[in-house]
């Protein structure tokens, strides 16, 4: 039996179970001034930091026809992807028929370029010219077959009006830590 253990007729309040408890909770609910020393001693805030996606015009509604993909760059320049009205509905799709939908175009394997591999017949982005690696645009750019592990990042989307916006990303840019980075 552990020694920590509330012991029969015991006051359970009185354990070294619910005092470890008690101080911690105590340390989290301190307010917001509290900190946390970190193994090496440098203090650190408690609060999450959240990350904030440039809010960026991309296309005009009225400037896509079904199956012909625009090249983009979302968030920044340095990011290639496509923007593309695929003609039947998908997930994360936006304007009447929930179809249109952008990705980065960057393979999650290892990088290779795939501007220029979208199949109308499949809705898929590839084969990768690399290792063949094909994405489904349809369902949030999961892996059909092929070496990548990750979907394909895919841009959150608004509409005002006929003007389609990045509002952010889901699913990191390949080769970067950070898709802001
Ligand atoms: S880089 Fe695309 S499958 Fe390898």
Not at 15 to 34: H, M, Q, S, W
Not at 86 to 91: F, K, R
């Amino acid at each position: 039996m552990r020694n920590d253990m509330p012991k029969s007729g015991a006051s359970q309040n009185e354990t070294t179970f619910d005092r470890i408890c008690v101080k911690r909770r105590d340390v989290l609910l301190a307010g917001g001034a509290t900190v946390l020393l970190t193994v090496a001693g440098f203090p650190r805030p408690l609060w999450a930091s959240t990350v904030g996606y440039p809010r960026k015009m991309l296309a005009r509604v009225s400037d896509l026809q079904a199956d012909d993909p625009i090249s983009i760059a979302y968030p920044d320049e340095e990011s290639p992807c496509m923007l593309i009205k695929l003609g039947v509905p998908a997930g994360g799709g936006i304007g009447k028929d929930d179809d249109i939908v952008a990705f980065s175009t960057l393979c999650t394997h290892m990088g290779a370029v795939m501007d220029g591999t979208y199949s109308a017949k499949h809705k898929c982005l590839g084969p990768c010219p690399l290792h063949l690696t094909r994405f489904d645009l349809t369902r949030h750019g999961i892996i059909v077959v092929g070496h990548a592990t990750e979907s394909l990042p895919q841009i959150l989307l608004e509409i005002e009006g006929d003007n389609i916006f990045g509002v952010g990303m889901i699913g990191l840019i390949y080769g970067r830590a950070s898709n802001l980075g």
